[in-house]
């Protein structure tokens, strides 16, 4: 069973192109993310959402949108993508942003290779 | 603000040898303390954690003690195999300005292992 799953795993595109990656989880969290990691494994915390409201939002380009129809769905919408939007992309989630909980452990997804060309 | 400041790797190993990777982190409040582990392709998974002072998390024979006096959590391993070849972040989850509970990474050190 997949806790957090997202598609596409790889996406290769061209310039001013329009793409969106989705995410879906199934461990019933309240809290769910996106983040970028650059070339060099650096992770960068881009959106949070809680129960379908944003919390966190980083400063990212408006040509990033995420949007949560529910709470256990929290897709990302790229306008207009640039060569330096090329990154591997990962939705995550935990129980609950508001509530330690024992340490609120963060589930993360398999990735989606973005690759702007 | 927060931070996690973790050794920059690579890290070369032979296998069998001792592993030691630093994690230091500056928190403002009471943080709790976490190692994720990505293996190539993959996403990060939760290698192990620790939620208070002197708590020792532990996992696939990795350690890491929550160290309040030196703000540190260190990751060690006696033994590594080649399959503990990946790239290991520290991570810390603290209480923002907002009232929500806020992860902060760290840059991630490679590990390689040689056989």
């Known amino acids: 069973d997949t806790a957090v799953s997202q598609t596409p795993k790889y996406l290769v595109t061209q310039m001013g192109n329009d793409k969106s990656i989705k995410c879906e989880q199934n461990l019933g969290h309240d809290t769910m993310y996106w983040y970028k990691q650059d070339s060099k494994k650096f992770l960068k915390i881009m959106f949070s959402y809680n129960n379908k409201e944003l919390i966190i939002n980083e400063t990212v380009p408006n040509r990033f949108s995420p949007k949560s129809p529910d709470k256990a769905h929290l897709n990302l919408h790229i306008n207009s993508l640039e060569l330096g939007d090329s990154a591997v992309y990962f939705c995550a989630s935990s129980q609950d942003a508001f509530l330690q909980r024992s340490g609120n452990t963060i589930y993360f997804g398999e990735g989606s290779w973005l690759t702007v060309v | 603000g927060d931070s996690v400041t973790q050794m920059e790797g690579p890290v070369t190993l032979s296998e069998e040898a001792f592993l030691t990777i630093n994690c230091t982190y500056t928190a403002t409040g009471y943080p709790s303390l976490f190692w994720y582990v990505q293996y190539p392709g993959e996403g990060l998974q939760l290698l192990l954690k620790?939620?208070?002072?002197?708590d020792k998390g532990s996992n696939k024979g990795f350690e890491a003690t929550y160290r309040k006096e030196t703000t540190s959590f260190h990751l060690e391993k006696g033994s590594v195999q080649v399959s503990d070849s990946a790239v290991y972040f520290c991570?810390?989850?603290?209480?923002?300005?907002?009232?929500?509970?806020?992860?902060?990474f760290g840059t991630g050190t490679r590990l390689k292992v040689l056989a």
């Open positions: 620790a939620t208070k002072a002197d």
């Open positions: 991570a810390l989850s603290d209480l923002d300005s907002s009232g929500t509970y806020k992860y902060i």
